[in-house]
């Protein structure tokens, strides 16, 4: 049942350099949302978007930018990696009613080095 | 501001219950979640609170008191597979781009 996937599961990359992670869904939601996770943080809202083109930044979007050009489709970027970006990279979907939470994808280990 | 306390760790035995407590100061308040979260996994929902109360889904419980800030989620029956850290979120604006804000969760281990 992948409604929801993130492409890559892992990646290892060098500090300085940009950096793309994608999320897809397939459930024709309207709001998507990237959080990062990191031990004693717990989850924190990185960006999000409520439709095509419609994004906003959440609490930590310092150094990452993101696209929706598609409903499908939600762009992570790192535009130039530092070590303090090590993290769990969860992408979340939601059809916007009030009692629906989130699917979540199964996260991106991304490791800066 | 945005503040969500629950315990970091919490212990408990095969076939009982526990009690793990959720509370929260936030600027709105348009409802409550509970998530698991299995080690390396995504997190999962597990329950959704909006009035005051307790909604039951099989084995979980969640309870809600808006006035107190205050939820708990009451696993009954424990099994080992409920060893997971348990996320309690809060949404609190009233439209759902809203990002919901997560506290730093609970993490409960079960023993035989």
């Known amino acids: 049942d992948a409604g929801i996937t993130q492409s890559p599961r892992h990646k290892v990359t060098e500090t300085g350099t940009p950096v793309t992670l994608r999320c897809h869904q397939t459930?024709?939601?309207?709001?998507m949302y990237w959080y990062r996770q990191d031990p004693g943080h717990g989850l924190r809202l990185i960006h999000y978007s409520y439709g095509v083109k419609d994004t906003d930044k959440g609490e930590v979007s310092d150094g990452y930018s993101v696209s929706r050009s598609k409903t499908e489709d939600f762009l992570l970027t790192l535009e130039s990696a530092t070590s303090s970006q090590t993290s769990v990279y969860f992408c979340?979907?939601?059809?916007?009613?009030?009692?629906?939470?989130?699917?979540f994808g199964s996260g991106t280990r991304l490791t800066v080095v | 501001g945005q503040n969500i306390d629950q315990p970091t760790e919490m212990t408990a035995t095969e076939g009982a219950i526990v009690q793990i407590n959720c509370t929260y100061q936030t600027s709105g308040f348009n409802g409550l979640f509970w998530y698991q979260q299995h080690a390396g996994e995504a997190p999962t929902f597990l329950s959704y609170n909006v009035l005051d109360g307790l909604e039951e889904k099989g084995r979980f419980s969640s309870f809600l008191s808006r006035s107190k800030g205050y939820s708990y989620l009451l696993l009954k029956e424990l099994q080992m597979k409920d060893s997971a850290s348990y996320l309690c979120?809060?949404?609190?604006?009233?439209?759902?781009?809203?990002?919901?804000?997560f506290g730093k969760g609970t993490h409960l281990i079960i023993q035989p």
């Open positions: 979120a809060v949404r609190d604006g009233g439209g759902g781009a809203d990002g919901l804000t």
């Open positions: 979340a979907i939601s059809d916007g009613t009030a009692s629906y939470g989130y699917t």
């Open positions: 459930e024709n939601h309207r709001y």
